[in-house]
């Protein structure tokens, strides 16, 4: 007979704690629970092994409104700000588009967005294209609608990073070019020599008039039921 194989410090700690982030328990020692956790996986993070997907379902089921922003942060710093999906690689793609709204409702539009660069550009194999696509049109709505500069910026990278690493869906081409042209007045006014400059820019190409009818039609349609982002 095999004896077990001893927990880890992890583990322990884990099974101790995992009780705090009942929704009955009160939201400042959830939140505190996020944060020791959060800790603790970047301090242990070669040592976590298959906790990983303990930690990432916890993020994952956890459905408690009050908890959207330390549960991003324990996203965070699991996946290296999206760089490492290990164990749970064909489940990150589809949860993240699913939590879009709920984190864009709490403030984290550009880390979630960062999170997003990352994830493609270090897992592109694992993004399937339907994903992609759903990625694209929020990404592209985001374009429009958000008065955040820095929003705009992140949400040109995202699509950017779709453009170098994955095959852009041949659905997604209109919107994409439509926000592209409606990003624009942003990308002018920041000079020669932003970062936004490297983005691929196919709008130059069509006519002034019919983006503009194309544009109108997009930022005319909600395209998220939960009312629009915020930036």
Known sequence: MFNAKPKSAVEKLWACLKDLFHPDIAKEHRHLAFTFFSCLVQGQYEKLGIMRSHFFRLIKTHDVAEDVAP???????????????????????????????????????QQFLAVWVNVIKFNAAYVDEEVIKELVQN????????????????????????????NLPSQSITTFII?????????????????????SYPSRHLLPNTMSIYSEGLCSTSIWHSGGPRG
């Open 179 to 199: 926000a592209l042209y409606n990003a624009q007045p942003s990308r002018n006014s920041l000079g020669p020599f932003s970062p936004v400059y490297h983005v």
């Open 71 to 109: 549960r991003f942060e324990l996203l965070q710093s699991l996946t290296e700000n999206g760089k490492d999906i290990k164990y749970f690689e064909e489940e990150v793609g589809p949860f993240l588009m699913q939590w879009m709204p709920a984190i864009t409702g709490v403030g984290k539009t």
């Open 139 to 166: 990404t592209c709505f985001l374009c429009c609608w958000s008065n955040s500069q820095p929003v705009v910026l992140t949400c040109l990278q995202v699509l950017d990073t779709v453009v170098c690493y994955t």
